[in-house]
């Protein structure tokens, strides 16, 4: 039973960078796309991004000009940035495996970060 | 961007009741599309994927189907765990889309 845990800052000031890290437990790192799901607080779920194995990456389009994904296929980890962050990326971000690009056929998540951003 | 809605918006029913919720595509997606059970504090749980294709571990009362640009999530036999917010969500096209959620309430 594969297992994603995640860590990163949960606190950041308008302008840091946002950085997030997801290890994968008990699975393959290969053949699957790993992605970046945020929840802002009282709203709906949102699609940031997924790489594949070999980092070949997708961003949402509303956010490409700010984030970037990479993988550490020796440690089974990939990570997240968010540049230039202000009070609107505070959410709880979410990691996630996918055997399908672009969020498809989802079976495994991480347990969410709270990241708030606030001066 | 496919725009995914859902109705309702929030749905109140009782233990035992079947619940229905729909989830409109903006344009054809095929049955590239995922249901999702959110509960506060907690990781998105996936139910459906490829519209009626069960997760393992998901309980039978739940069911989806659909094509196209219309999808239903169905619960049969509603139990108290099933509070929450659904989501519907679209992999067919580049960007992923989410439905707006519908907040489900045991009554």
């Known amino acids: 039973q594969v297992q994603l845990q995640q860590w990163g800052a949960g606190l950041l000031k308008p302008s840091e960078t946002l950085s997030l890290t997801c290890a994968v437990y008990g699975g393959s790192f290969s053949g699957y796309y790993w992605s970046w799901i945020r929840q802002p607080p009282g709203k709906g779920l949102e699609w940031l991004g997924e790489?594949?194995?070999?980092?070949?990456?997708n961003y949402s389009p509303s956010l490409r000009s700010r984030v970037t994904t990479s993988v550490d296929t020796s440690k089974n980890q990939f990570s997240l940035k968010l540049n230039s962050v202000t009070a609107a990326d505070t959410a709880v971000y979410y990691c996630?495996?996918?055997?399908?690009?672009?969020?498809?056929?989802?079976?495994?998540w991480g347990q969410g970060t709270l990241v708030t951003v606030s001066s | 961007d496919i725009q995914m809605t859902q109705s309702p918006s929030t749905l109140s029913a009782s233990v035992g009741d079947r619940v229905t919720i729909t989830c409109r595509a903006s344009q054809g997606i095929s049955t590239w599309l995922a249901w999702y059970q959110k509960k506060p504090e907690k990781a998105p749980k996936s139910l459906i994927y490829?519209?009626?294709s069960l997760h393992s571990g998901v309980p039978s009362r739940f069911s989806g189907s659909g094509s196209g640009t219309d999808f239903t999530l169905t619960i049969n036999s509603l139990q108290p765990e099933d509070f929450g917010t659904y989501y519907c969500q679209q992999y067919d096209t580049y960007p992923v889309t989410f439905g707006q959620g519908t907040r489900l309430e045991i009554k």
């Open positions: 790489i594949n194995h070999s980092g070949s990456a």
């Open positions: 490829a519209a009626s």
């Open positions: 996630a495996r996918g055997q399908y690009q672009w969020l498809g056929r989802v079976d495994s």
